[in-house]
């Protein structure tokens, strides 16, 4: 089945995936005799077909030499390429709102699920957001993907915060205060875990970036990685299972969600004991 693009038409990937099945049941070879050609793994081929991964650029144009398509292949595997890039966000946001269990790792910045109204806000606008029509939207956006962790159908999430993420505070000592006191509550809920990264845990494999887990009702896993400045939907099996073990990994250098949540009450406790600036 041909899988559809945003505007209801065939993706480019799924055309990708049709045309792929189409060249091999034309030539009449088994993935065996095909994998013989290419010199690609059978299963590797099996999973380009049926949509598992997109594949690499080397192997696509492998293909194009074995089929003799010329560049046919290769110009559908922009595409596709292309087309994942444009609607990452889109497709993120569609997915975490299906999602039934969401692990999240964030590297600098307290995660938008469990962030504050004002916190949100204050983060926006150092992102360059000074337009207040368009800033109350994309807070109100933020704030109702909350909608998720409460109600009879919560989902269950685990986060784990680099150290990074409670030193670094809201540049308002109140929204910062708020913003910890939110932490505290959110760590105590059944289906909330929060545990935190320290930072003597040292390099690891996720040290440049942030990411979210998401399981779905069919069973199938995706993730979203992403930076400061772009995000990436990762859905090809063998990377989401490299992210995932890494994740794994990383979690098992935390502290334990009991030992985090003393340490947000420290946090909070140091951060209302220090003085403001008008108080000094």
């Known amino acids: 089945m041909m899988s559809n693009g945003g505007d209801g038409g065939p993706s480019a990937r799924g055309v990708l995936r049709t045309e792929l099945t189409r060249q091999r049941e034309r030539a009449g070879w088994t993935f065996a005799q095909l994998a013989e050609r290419s010199k690609y793994d059978g299963s590797y081929l099996f999973r380009l077909e049926n949509g598992d991964r997109l594949g690499s650029i080397d192997a696509i144009g492998v293909l194009d030499r074995v089929y003799d398509t010329g560049e046919l292949l290769t110009d559908l595997w922009w595409l596709a390429k292309r087309e994942a890039k444009e609607s990452r966000y889109h497709g993120f946001a569609d997915l975490e709102a299906e999602a039934t269990g969401i692990h999240e790792f964030s590297i600098s910045t307290v995660p938008g699920l469990l962030q504050t109204q004002r916190y949100a806000e204050e983060l926006l ?12 939207e994309q807070v109100l956006a933020r704030i109702s993907r909350q909608e998720r962790l409460t109600g009879p159908k919560a989902l269950h999430y685990r986060g784990l915060l680099d150290e990074s993420v409670i030193r670094r505070a809201a540049q308002d000592p109140d929204v910062w205060a708020e913003q910890l006191e939110r932490l505290i509550h959110a760590a105590r809920q059944p289906n909330i875990s929060l545990q935190v990264v320290p930072l003597r845990a040292g390099l690891h494999r996720l040290l440049s970036s942030s990411l979210q887990l998401m399981w779905l009702p069919t069973g199938r896993t995706v993730v979203y990685v992403e930076s400061s400045w772009s995000g990436e939907l990762v859905e090809e099996t063998e990377e989401v ?20 949540l003393g340490l947000l009450r420290t946090a909070l406790e140091d951060h209302t004991s220090c003085p403001t600036p008008d108080q000094t």
């Open 125 to 136: 606008r150092t992102y360059g957001s000074d337009n207040d029509e368009l800033l109350a």
């Open 241 to 260: 299972e490299y992210l995932r073990l890494s994740y794994d990994r990383l979690r098992d250098s935390a502290l334990t969600a009991s030992e985090s």
